[in-house]
């Protein structure tokens, strides 16, 4: 199934912290006549604000059932028309959402990035090349614990062992089994710019050439 309006979606899924958002903008700095937009489904977690506050820090973040799955695909839906969506934010020192700054409209591609990415099948549906970042565990760690400690005011016992009691588990069970559902698979350990390379023809095609004779 092809996105209505000749809107091209790109799906990049992995582990936490394993480089999708880089490869992510990497993508979209080689497609410089096209309108890319880079959508972080970490924007679509649920809103837990009904919840009091150390019920919320209970929530398995690393579950599928976390994302507002419902919310992301009507979401994309519009976007994929060339409609105007005003992307949401998170906060996730709060887990609660709130009103986003983002508006995305009339783009030509849609890049989705996230753990889950390649998780739910009515997202599968509806993309046109899913890329899976597989990158070493222990080097997602170390990113992880940078990440949470200076940008979500986390300490190193509370990384560790949300690490060790949801994050590592779910990865095993949710994560990585969704690698099957790629068509690329890029290491996320080590210098990916040949892959991307050798995906160039494929992008310069599907998504510019296509995009060109449609609006021709």
Known sequence: ML???NVRLILIGGGTCSG???IAKAIGMRLKDLKTVIVAQDNYYRDLSNLP????????????DAIDVDFLLSDLELMLEGKSVDI???DFVTHCRKEGKTC???ADLIILEGIFALYYPELISISDLKIYVDTDSDLRLARRMQRDIVERGRDVEN???QYLSTVKPSHEAFIEPTKKNADVIIPGDRDFDKVLYMLNGYLLYELIANNREHKH
């Open 20 to 22: 999708k958002t880089t």
């Open 88 to 90: 949401p934010d998170y």
């Open 104 to 106: 995305v409209a009339f």
């Open 3 to 5: 996105p209505l309006n």
């Open 53 to 64: 506050f150390q019920q919320r820090m209970k929530v398995n973040f690393d579950h599928p």
């Open 159 to 161: 990384v560790l062992d």
